[in-house]
């Protein structure tokens, strides 16, 4: 016998599992060996939800957000929601975030990536050339660019900004500064410089 | 609107991949919402791969090995390997790992597990019974219990070299030592122990 190998159909599930974020090929050796000690069934089971996945879950066509079945996502349906706030993300993760805090009560807009001159992404192959036509639709009043504050995001940022600098409406981002229950003493520079450059009356 | 939800097909992937060890619900969703970002039919694939899996990979109805489509495994249609030497492994995974060391030529018998009270684990939910049988069958000179050095591994070994041990054969144990290339002052003290307690003449 040549070297010893493992059934092909259970390399196949390796190969899939590899392709995941942080999963490397001894991990997804190691899963896949843990699946085949479930019932038969549960591992069909998953492999079906994983089938009718992207069959079902589908992206908003107003906003890019998780949608189902080709429709509208559940914050564009909601009558509740200020539409004259606009908030800019970067991925339609980051809205669930956004949510938990049960803050923002406006829609959202979400780019699909962020500009990457490294990356060789440029503005065509993001969603914002269909920014300006929406903030008209919607009556706008005021966009918020929740990106992150690194390189990239605060070159898209400005990108969008001037993008909108004809525009009749207010144009802001997140605040930077300490997160919240942070310790300064741990702090990196760059955020001490940004929470003093905020800094607030109280 | 309440609580905002991740769509409910999503939250079945998330749930599967939750029942993988070591992957906790964090992990479940930032490994399900990058599967969101491949194109569908990458997730499709993955999905039917598993759906076949259990159908394909099956275990070998004479040793417990990973096998496919029902037959026999590889190691026992071949006519190459010696069936007078006999491997007692806990688990099928363990095997991968002998056959890469190239040194094992005989054959292999899965048990399924070790021996827990703790577990609850008695001899009738592993694969030991056949043990005596196969025996006869593959007329098997010498029974090597490559179980893990732990207290369940040892008594396992304890149980089977006592099960048979009115039959005319070698019951041997894998040598425990310093691993290849360790550093002494890192090996800890059952395990120097262990290496002194079985030194050779060099």
Redesign the interface.
Known sequence: ?AE?K?????E??IE?LK???G?GRRTAE??A????K?D??????????????????TFCPECGA???NGEKC??CR?P??DTKLLCVVED??Q??SI??SGFFKGVYHVLGGKLSPLEKRSAEDLNINSLPGRIEELAVREIILALSPDVEGQATAMYIARLLQDKKLEITRLAQGLPAGADISFADAATIAAAFSGRRNI
């Open positions: 016998m010893f493992y059934p092909e159909a259970l196949e599930v899939h392709r995941l974020p999963i190691r899963l060996l843990a699946m085949l479930w038969g069934e549960k591992i069909i089971a998953f492999g079906e939800s994983l089938v009718k996945l992207p069959v079902v879950v998780l949608a189902e559940l914050i909601d509740a929601r339609f993760s809205i669930m949510e938990k």
